[in-house]
């Protein structure tokens, strides 16, 4: 079993719509959840930076932490045709971090 | 956020040479920086974990003569492609932590090698 497990999609929504990207993990020791987003040909830019369970919004995206699931979330309102890039998660016990084999979104006008 | 700096952004070279990739960390200092491999549609991969003025530290499987790792400084860590062959295209990221026990990473732009 994987630690990071990601549904790597592809996963096609209108514009407009509200998106839902996931990821469950395998270890408990890991303390800090991450979402990056990643053009193609482009290195990950970090979008979201979480410690604790519980949401934590930015804008159109809200990341989500369940840590007795071991589920982490990110959503993003109102999504947009420049959202249409691979989305990654990942997480750390401090220290290196672990990637989700990232889901691809892509977002039609 | 924290910027880093990858170069260069693209890079062809013959089979058997060797292809220097820097990453340098802008407006902070980083005295961990870790190296990234990529295969198309698939996630990172980590390579190794770069401390300055130290040996890195590489993960398993990786091959550390052929990957020649160097964090002379606070803000730049070199990777080195040596003897390059075909199979080492791929694309090469870096990221670093801010400060010292930092938790969020930066990236650079990423280096897209490719070996003829």
Aim: a neutral charge; aromatic letters at 12%; proline letters at 4%.
């Amino acid at each position: 079993q994987k630690e990071v497990e990601q549904d790597p999609g592809p996963l096609s929504v209108p514009e407009g719509a509200i998106v839902s990207l996931n990821c469950t993990y395998s270890n408990s020791a890991f303390q800090y959840f991450m979402w990056y987003r990643q053009y193609s040909r482009k290195g990950p830019e970090l979008l979201m930076y979480t410690y604790s369970s519980g949401n934590k919004e930015d804008g159109r995206f809200t990341a989500q932490v369940d840590k007795s699931s071991k589920y982490i979330s990110l959503f993003i309102r109102d999504s947009q045709p420049s959202d249409s890039a691979t989305y990654l998660c990942a997480m750390s016990a401090g220290g290196k971090l672990i990637f989700g084999q990232g889901t691809e979104l892509s977002v039609k006008p | 956020g924290a910027v880093v700096s990858q170069h260069p952004s693209r890079v062809i070279c013959k089979s058997g040479t060797s292809v220097k990739i820097e990453c340098r960390s802008l407006d902070f200092q980083a005295t961990t920086m870790f190296w990234y491999r990529q295969f198309p549609k698939k996630s990172l991969m980590l390579m190794a974990t770069s401390n300055e003025g130290s040996k890195a530290t590489y993960e398993q499987g990786v091959e550390k003569d052929k990957f020649l790792i160097n964090h002379a400084s606070l803000t730049l860590s070199t990777l080195t492609v040596t003897s390059a062959h075909p199979e080492d295209s791929s694309f090469y990221i870096c990221s670093a932590i801010p400060g010292q026990g930092g938790t969020e990473a930066f990236f650079g732009q990423g280096t897209r090698l490719t070996v003829v």
